[in-house]
């Protein structure tokens, strides 16, 4: 049988594999496994799996990843997430849709620090939903906005999503994390407007708050986040500046949120239990993902898959901007089904050869596909985050209520997506700077 029919073959297989409901790291190893074994024989594929797990998880550009992930699980544990929002309602309180906005704030903020927008997107449901509909908020505007503003901070630094790109595509995590910025910030602003100006336009939707914060309490609110937002500033200007490298970034910020998170008392036995367990488990499968990514990497590139693919698109005639909607159109539906980091891992080998034939910027190119991957996770009605949010929304909610509230920002997040297809420079301005 040709390499090809084979490569082919195991693709289906792969499709097929994910349908069923097999995890995507254990799909990867089988199709790789078993393809390699067709197209090269018994022997040659033993030979060339044997070294793969330790040659995959023991690249040194892989150690920041236990490092921020610690740090995330240690923010999430001691319950940062609350004072986040917290602090933000006592700032934007006395703005139309303050509470909403605040959300967003904390949403991106919270995000940032640890990298999962589902867990985000989960966490605020329960933190800042109940204060919104306390306060009027129409339930579904509430838990629309909350699910949508998880997917913010997974584009600014320090993006797990950054670091798994920039090592499957052996590309620069320090101008990853500099050329999401942009974006990300663009879409927190984008989303304090929109939802500024629909409470604006419609008020039922969020009634202005009563409530009151002198500057004091606004100020003494911020006690518990000005350590945290500042080890954040140390560690990624330092990335930025070259002071030192994203490892060692990742270690500054690990201990100095572990410093602080004893120096505020939040800090028990049974958290840290719950930190070491949960960092462990999480870069577990982000190195078995690695892992089958690798080997099946390996079996598209055998069969010739991936020049035969190339070839297709590039001789195709259609024009440079056709073939980037078509990727990106890809990008959203796979992410209404598949975790990012799986998304990477099965597309990559195939499209940074596309985007390498039609010359365009790197970093460029991949600030898309992360953002383009996250409008997905919220794409009516089958978006990952929306089922995240539903889980974690009281009974009374309807899932239909959580698509309905999310689809204004679903839309513009489309509506913003093309400015930075559009606008090259300003998408990757501060990482071509850095």
């Not at 030979?47 to 999430?76: D, E, R």
Request: charged share 10%; proline share 5%.
């Amino acid at each position: 049988m040709e390499p090809l029919t084979i490569g082919l073959i195991g693709c289906a297989a792969l499709i097929i594999l994910i349908i069923i409901g097999v995890p995507v790291a254990f799909t990867m190893l089988i199709v790789g496994f078993v393809g390699l074994v067709g197209v090269l024989g018994w022997q040659p594929a033993i030979g060339l799996l044997t070294p793969l797990p330790f040659y995959t998880a023991g690249q040194y550009s892989l150690t920041p990843m236990p490092l921020f992930v610690f740090m995330a699980s240690l923010i999430f544990a001691a319950g940062f997430g609350s004072g986040i929002y917290d602090s933000a309602a006592k700032w934007f309180s006395k703005l139309r849709g303050g509470l909403g906005i605040s959300t967003t704030i904390a949403s991106t903020l919270f995000g940032t620090l640890t990298g999962s927008s589902l867990v985000t997107a989960a966490m605020f449901t329960k933190v800042s939903v109940p204060e919104m509909r306390k306060h009027g908020y129409d339930s579904s505007f509430a838990h629309g906005l909350t699910c949508s503003s998880g997917v913010i901070g997974m584009l600014i630094p320090p993006s797990m999503l950054a670091i798994l790109y920039g090592i499957l595509a052996e590309e620069s995590i320090g101008k990853l994390f500099m050329g999401g910025v942009g974006p990300g910030l663009l879409t927190a602003f984008g989303f304090s407007l929109l939802i500024f100006f629909k409470v604006k336009r419609n008020p039922k939707l969020a009634p202005l708050s009563t409530e009151t914060f002198t500057w004091r309490e606004r100020f003494t609110s911020m006690r518990a986040l000005w350590a945290i937002l500042l080890v954040a500033l140390v560690m990624l200007g330092g990335i930025f500046t070259g002071i030192f490298t994203v490892t060692e970034g990742g270690a500054i910020g690990a201990f100095s949120t572990f410093s602080i998170t004893v120096a505020s008392k939040k800090m028990s036995w049974k958290i840290m239990q719950w930190v070491c367990l949960d960092t462990l488990r999480t870069n577990t499968m982000i190195f078995v993902l690695l892992i089958g990514a690798t080997l099946f990497s390996r079996f598209v590139t055998l069969t010739g898959i991936t020049r035969q693919f190339v070839g297709l698109i590039t001789e195709s005639g259609l024009p440079a901007w056709g073939v980037m909607a078509g990727l990106m159109a890809m990008y959203v539906v796979l992410g209404c089904f598949l975790d990012p980091p799986s998304i990477l891992c099965i597309t990559l080998p195939l499209v940074l050869p596309v985007a390498s034939a039609y010359g365009w910027n790197s970093i460029y190119f991949a600030i898309l596909i992360l953002y383009t991957m996250h409008i997905g996770t919220i794409t009516p009605p089958v978006g990952l985050t929306l089922f995240a949010t539903k889980g974690a929304s009281d009974a009374d909610v309807s899932f239909g209520d959580i698509v309905k509230g999310s689809v204004p920002f679903f839309v513009l997040m489309l509506f913003l997506l093309v400015i930075l297809v559009v606008f090259e420079p300003f998408t990757i301005g501060l990482a071509r700077w850095m």
